[in-house]
């Protein structure tokens, strides 16, 4: 019923020139709190989960913040996604590291102004982490020791600038590039292990595609109840994820906010009402006025238009 529709402009996986590479141990650049973030505001009343993807190579994560509910004014969106930091493959060292391309990293840097405004909203931000045509992804590392070190680097990215926690999407890793192995069954199950470990409280969420999310058991333990929520890649269209997650944490609807038609969204968002799910995601959130779009379904999320203040 709903045409397929993956058109990520997927910028922030192909700036390798802007190197921005994480490095512990410096000193923070201005605006790189390292302070926990500020208690949030009380989330709605009721209603799903509301979750905005923003493509930080073209559009402000304070777009984010700019819609609130006609009836009672709270927050139309509960997350926002920084769309994305990347897997890279360091071919000298022969391991993986996180890379910010000079956007993310900008986002980073000012997190008082970028981040913390809509935290005090009461919206949680959240870093995606995502592939780089590296060979690097979630789903290779060779050991367990391999996975908790880049564990460490997501947490520790999670600590320095008070953000509320990770997203993973396991695209455009190319496995088997520079060397690099094929994927294997314990090396996701390893990852996640370790960053809840190291973040028990923050969210780590799942983009339902890619050979990680198909990996989530391995030597008798199963990570998919460390996930706070996962999601149906596929914009425009209706698919449950596969993982064993209640209905609460789940998006099977996927919209692009501009690029999905307004009767679609509505339909998506009406069934998730429908079928009891707890979660809408939205990718592209830009700059311009879309409280059009945002109300065809805010309607039947939460019986109320969307209001846009610039």
Known sequence: MFTLLRSRARTA????SAVAALTFGTTATT??????APAPAPAKKQGPTSVAYVEVNNNSMLNVGKYTLANGGDNVFDVAVIFAANINYDTGKKKAYLHFNENVQRVLDNAATEIRPLQQKGIKVVLSVLGNHQGAGFANFPSKQAASAFAKQLSDTVTKYGLDGIDF?????????????QPNDSSFVHLVTALRANMPDKIISLYNIGPAASRLSYGGVDVSSKFDYAWNPYYGTWQV????LP??????????????????AADLARRTVSEGYGV????????ADR????????????????????
């Open 13 to 16: 996986a192909l700036a390798l």
């Open 169 to 181: 999407d396991d695209e455009y890793a190319e496995y088997g590039n520079n060397g690099t192995g």
């Open 241 to 244: 994820p596969g993982i064993a």
């Open 280 to 287: 809408y995601l939205t990718y592209n959130l830009d700059g």
């Open 31 to 36: 605006g790189a709190a390292a302070a926990p």
């Open 291 to 310: 409280s059009a779009d945002v109300s065809a379904f805010t309607r039947e999320l939460y019986g109320s238009d969307a209001v846009y203040a610039p």
């Open 247 to 264: 209905k609460s944490k789940l998006s099977p609807a996927a919209v692009e906010i501009g690029g999905t038609s307004q009767s679609t």
